[in-house]
């Protein structure tokens, strides 16, 4: 199975700081990336597929970059309903995986 | 509105069996890709079940397969999910989610239903 690693596991920031997840995969996944916003209690959101392809309906503040194994997603200027946690996954090759997860916090 | 609304869900014993549904509205169901994804408290996600729109194709996760059954109606707009042999492990708030094509990433989810197994 491919195991997605993110880091860091959790960071602390502020309304309007720049925010940068990474994301490694352990073998090639070429664009099959995708990211995730969950909020506490609530269902996972789609930000971007196939690595850096905005969602729609998604705000332009969230952008993802990367090819193979090593992508990031930046949050440009963090907002208030962004403290949440992040997630990026793979669907290169089932079974899709998940990174462990990204905990953004109020700073 | 495209929704995905789950049920079934409920406490469980160890050794039991819970089936799960997902009603789909507001798209065409018939041909999109389907899953289903869970969360046990306070973890991560975990993908556990995948099944194409023609039901040709299904996957599944190992710490499921053998145990779990995805199955869908497209007549009904239903996704179901046959689990049996459920452990503590199973413990999990379990999502439905549409699966785009050729990318599979997941575009909507439902809101989710708790899955408690406990003797």
């Known amino acids: 199975d491919i195991q997605m690693t993110q880091s860091p596991s959790s960071l602390s920031a502020s309304v309007g700081d720049r925010v940068t997840i990474a994301c490694r995969a352990s073998?090639?996944?070429?664009?099959?990336l995708n990211w995730y916003r969950q909020k506490p209690g609530k269902a996972p959101k789609l930000l971007i597929h196939t690595a850096s392809s905005l969602q729609s309906g998604v705000p332009s503040r969230f952008s993802g970059s990367g090819f193979g194994t090593d992508f990031t997603l930046t949050i440009s200027s963090l907002q208030p309903e962004d403290f949440a946690t992040y997630y990026c996954q793979q669907t290169y090759i089932a079974p899709w995986t998940f990174g462990q997860g990204t905990k953004v916090e109020i700073k | 509105e495209v929704q995905l609304v789950e049920s079934g869900g409920g406490l469980v014993q160890p050794g039991g069996s819970l089936r799960l549904s997902c009603a789909a509205s507001g798209f065409s169901f018939s041909v999109y890709n389907m899953n289903w994804v869970r969360q046990a408290p306070g973890k991560g996600l975990e993908w556990i079940t995948y099944?194409?729109?023609?039901?040709?194709?299904?996957y599944y996760a190992d710490s499921v397969k053998g145990r779990f059954t995805i199955s869908r109606d497209n007549a009904q707009n239903s996704l179901y999910l046959q689990m049996n042999s459920l452990r503590a492990e199973d413990t999990a708030m379990y999502y439905c989610a549409r699966g785009a094509d050729y990318f599979y990433y997941m575009d909507v989810w439902g809101k989710g239903t708790t899955v408690t197994v406990s003797s």
């Open positions: 073998q090639s996944i070429s664009t099959y």
């Open positions: 099944i194409s729109s023609g039901s040709s194709t299904t």
